[in-house]
């Protein structure tokens, strides 16, 4: 398992280093930075003067270097839009980002989870049709119009909850199931499609000839085995909610990272673009980790050669 | 005369399918006394595995069993609720499958399903239960016994997994235990080793033993008694040596005709085959269900078939008087 492990740490590492360089080159792969920041009118001497004031005139692997060193220190600048620190502006955006993100995500695996199982248990019974009818909705939903639709019924007409910002819990309910419902079809699909060939499987008779009991052979012999895949996938969905909740956090103002990411992009803000980047890179690449070593502790064969 | 742990009579298992109802297991007889191996002979699809399956209640819900009589140490397991079924399942009656490659966990130790089996059934702590575990391993003739606890399935050969099973089956010391072709999946050597396994623990531990094959083979070396089944009924019946050396019933004649003889088959010799297929079961079935294959056939065997004791025990379901074996 230890071995496993550091492989895997190791391989987490590679990546997180070829984003690095990749988020880095962002900035010069969009045209010569320094005549991009002086403006329309500038002058020869006026682009001159910014390059060295920002440091493009040196090398690019010394201002790799220094700006990865910098980035590790949790330093990624000002960004050109507000004149503040990078590290700053995104502390905040993020905390609201991954709250958001965190609860949608748990908020799709506590539905989506035992809801497929049900189904799986069951296949063709109301159960399964009432999953596959919400997995489809879901799906076929845009999140901006589902999100809107909340907004209207609990917001405006029963004036429940509350439509826009992030002061209270309570502003994140529609957001975390807006967003949730987006990630669920999938994870339910899946959780019901593993359990279903699973629960098929010789070692569930096994069980059952022990005489384990339905919720034991359910939870501890075939989910066990089912939930291999889910939990790739939610990993993925978990990566995805961070850098692409850009609609819902719009719908609610929720001035998240997602958001702040595309209002960057628009006003060419590259410091924060590519701390964004690196940072939802970082983010990913964790969660995949993590998801690697969850699926080694489920699936021995994963772990033990 | 020991006491008899398993009576079965009447057994039928019905399929309910779209183009009408299948009738897989046709209201078969049998009695097991602790201490038989009783082998339950025949081809794919008579009905042998659901048998098995049916007696410890394994079927899935859309399967119907019915019988007159159902009796395990003279319980009916007819009246048992699902709760007390389940009870005795791996307790007093154990299974052991015949696929070892894929029926144990692939998520959990040799060990963690070992002691399952036992603590399921037993208030005993998980350490008493892996200490039980390793000292069958080691009955069923596992080496180190201790390391190979912490191993998981899939870093196991075939042979040991099915000697694994076993070890499970024998976890609670059941009285019955129901082998579903346990050897089919191994190689030859193999399972010579298994059968003999299994015939030692069943001598030593006193139990009744079920044996589901298709391989006359296995029947010969580990049977008490035999119980060949054909299209869903059981066509023939007696002690093992009653059937090798009178078969009484055409199916049974022709089974034995497959296997070569060694000194009596010579080389190039063509060996016996039964031509045709199992006949379709969906629906009404009369008369004998192996008369378009059967070389002796009749217009009356399309009536009633009589069952007809041949001596002893020993009974046959044929339209024939005189037995098989004296006309061919």
């Not at chain 2, 976890?171 to 050897?183: N, Y």
Request: net charge positive.
């Amino acid at each position: 398992m230890l071995a496993f492990a550091l492989k895997r740490l190791g391989l987490a590492i590679l990546v997180t280093f070829t984003v690095s360089v990749i988020s880095f080159s962002l900035l010069h792969l969009s045209g010569d930075p320094a005549t991009s920041l002086a403006g329309e009118n500038a002058t020869a001497a006026d682009i001159a003067a910014i390059s060295r004031q920002y440091g493009f005139d040196r090398p690019l692997t010394v201002q790799y270097t220094d700006w990865l060193w910098k980035a590790l220190h949790g330093d990624f600048g000002e960004s050109y839009y507000f004149k503040l620190p990078v590290a700053d502006l995104i502390a905040d955006r993020l905390s609201i980002t991954m709250t958001l993100g965190i609860c949608a995500i748990s908020f799709a695996l506590l539905t989506a989870v035992p809801l497929g199982v049900a189904a799986a248990v069951r296949p063709n019974s109301v159960v399964d049709r009432t999953a596959l009818f919400l997995s489809v909705a879901g799906q076929a939903m845009p999140s901006f119009w589902f999100g809107l639709v909340m907004i209207v019924i609990f917001s405006i007409k029963l004036r429940l909850l509350p439509a826009s910002g992030s002061e209270t819990w309570r502003h994140f309910i529609m957001p975390t199931v807006v967003l949730g419902y987006y990630a669920m079809p999938a994870i339910m699909r899946l959780t019901r499609a593993g359990m279903l060939e699973v629960l098929n499987a010789d070692y569930i008779r096994t069980a059952r000839a022990k005489g384990a009991g339905a919720g034991r052979v359910l939870f501890k012999h075939a989910l066990r085995n089912a939930i291999v895949p889910v939990v790739s996938l939610s990993a993925v969905q978990m990566g995805f909610m961070l850098g692409g909740s850009v609609v819902v956090e719009a719908i609610f103002s929720l001035h998240g990272a997602g958001y702040l990411a595309w209002e960057s992009i628009g006003r060419h803000d590259l410091p924060t673009v590519q701390a964004l980047i690196l940072i939802f890179s970082c983010f990913y690449i964790l969660f995949t980790l993590l998801s690697d070593l969850a699926n080694a502790w489920l699936d021995p064969r994963i772990r033990v050669g | 005369m020991s006491e008899t742990i398993l009576n079965v009579q009447g057994l039928t298992v019905d399929i309910p399918l779209a183009a009408g109802t299948l009738q897989a297991v046709r209201g078969i007889d049998f009695e097991l006394k602790r201490g038989e191996t009783l082998c339950i002979v025949g081809e794919s699809g008579s009905g042998k595995s659901l048998t098995s399956l049916a007696v410890i209640g394994l079927l899935g819900k859309r399967l119907k069993v019915g019988a007159s009589k159902l009796e395990f140490e003279g319980r009916d397991l007819r009246s048992l609720t699902r709760k007390q079924m389940q009870a005795l399942r791996g307790d007093r009656m154990a299974m052991i499958f015949q696929e070892p490659m894929t029926s144990l966990n692939p998520a959990y130790t040799i060990g963690d399903q070992l002691a399952e089996a036992l603590q399921l059934h037993r208030k005993v702590s998980k350490a008493e239960a892996m200490a039980r575990a390793a000292d069958l391993l080691g009955k069923v003739g596992i080496t180190a016994a201790e390391s190979r606890l912490q191993q998981y399935p899939h870093q196991l050969s075939g042979g040991l997994r099915q000697r694994v099973m076993i070890a499970m089956a024998l976890m609670c010391e059941p009285d019955l235990i129901i082998a579903d072709e346990p050897t089919t999946a191994l190689d030859v050597t193999i399972q010579a080793q298994i059968l003999r396994l299994l015939a030692d623990l069943k001598r030593e531990m006193n139990l009744a033993l079920i044996l589901v094959t298709h391989d006359l083979g296995v029947v010969a070396r580990i049977a008490d008694k035999v119980a060949v089944m054909y299209a869903g009924e059981i066509v023939e019946s007696g002690t093992a040596k009653e059937i090798f050396d009178a078969p009484s019933h055409p199916y049974t004649r022709g089974l034995l005709d497959c296997i070569p003889v060694p000194g009596k088959t010579r080389p190039g010799e063509p060996l016996g085959s039964i031509p045709g297929i199992v006949p379709s079961l969906i629906g009404d079935v009369s008369g004998c269900a192996f008369r378009s294959r059967c070389v002796l056939a009749r217009e009356t065997c399309s009536g009633r078939i009589p069952k007809r004791s041949a001596s002893g025990e020993h009974t046959y379901r044929c339209i024939q008087e005189t037995l098989v074996s004296e006309v061919a």
